[in-house]
């Protein structure tokens, strides 16, 4: 069965610390990837997105994300975190056998002011 | 103008009762979706409508009814609530297929008790 890990339940940074969080994925057809962000209380929405091309993807606020198709792994990055990005992210995979986006389990981060 | 949305945002019922979820995006996709939120955060698929017509039923109990009116609207109806339906919901839209981004409505907290 697909599935979508993510290995790094809880990560507790202070702020200006680099941020790499892991999600590897269990599908060997063509995917699209995600990472969507979840601020506390609120609804999801997308940080970053790879349909095909560059696997070096770069989103909003600062975040990037890198695809290595022979790990089957698309790791989030941000280079120096803030305090505002302390959020649950979540890694998504869809595929047009799955007609769904699949979401891992989550990664909640603290960042310590 | 919000792309999904969902009402009402909070819903507190009592045991054995039936309530409704109500969906509408705006962003003229044709594939829409229910996910639950559990107190782990954990996103699992519910079901997924292409067309006003049903594509994905996750072994979600049948006291959970979606009723798409047409492709703009996805609507949830459950039947005699549990204490274990407490959870988040969500709607979410996209194009169908490959290439394509779900948008996630604000969600609808609902409480069982």
């Known amino acids: 069965a697909q599935s979508v890990s993510q290995h790094n339940h809880h990560v507790i940074l202070s702020e200006a610390a680099s941020l790499e969080l892991g999600c590897n994925y269990s599908?060997?057809?063509?995917?699209?990837l995600f990472w969507y962000v979840q601020y506390p209380g609120q609804h999801l929405q997308l940080l970053l997105k790879?349909?095909?091309?560059?696997?070096l993807v770069k989103g909003i606020k600062g975040f990037e994300a890198e695809f290595i198709k022979s790990k089957f792994s698309f790791n989030l990055r941000k280079p120096s975190v803030q305090w505002s990005d302390t959020a649950e992210y979540f890694c998504?995979?869809?595929?047009?056998?799955?007609?769904?986006?699949?979401f891992g389990s989550g990664t909640k981060l603290n960042v310590k002011p | 103008d919000t792309a999904v949305s969902q009402t009402p945002k909070y819903l507190v019922t009592q045991m054995g009762n039936d309530k409704s979820i109500k969906c509408e995006q705006n962003?003229?996709?044709?594939?829409m979706y229910w996910y639950k939120q559990d107190s782990k955060k954990f996103l699992k698929i519910m079901f997924s409508?292409?067309?006003?017509?049903?594509?994905i039923n996750e072994t979600v109990p049948n006291r959970f009814s979606p009723k798409s009116p047409d492709k703009a609207h996805l609507n949830l109806h459950i039947n005699s609530l549990e204490l274990g339906d407490s959870a988040v919901y969500f709607c979410?839209?996209?194009?169908?297929?490959?290439?394509?981004?779900?948008?996630f409505g604000q969600g609808t907290r609902l409480t069982v008790v």
């Open positions: 979410a839209s996209s194009h169908k297929g490959m290439n394509t981004e779900a948008f």
């Open positions: 599908y060997g057809g063509t995917v699209n």
């Open positions: 790879y349909f095909s091309g560059d696997p």
């Open positions: 998504a995979v869809n595929s047009d056998n799955f007609n769904k986006f699949y």
């Open positions: 962003l003229g996709h044709d594939t």
């Open positions: 409508y292409n067309n006003k017509e049903l594509i």
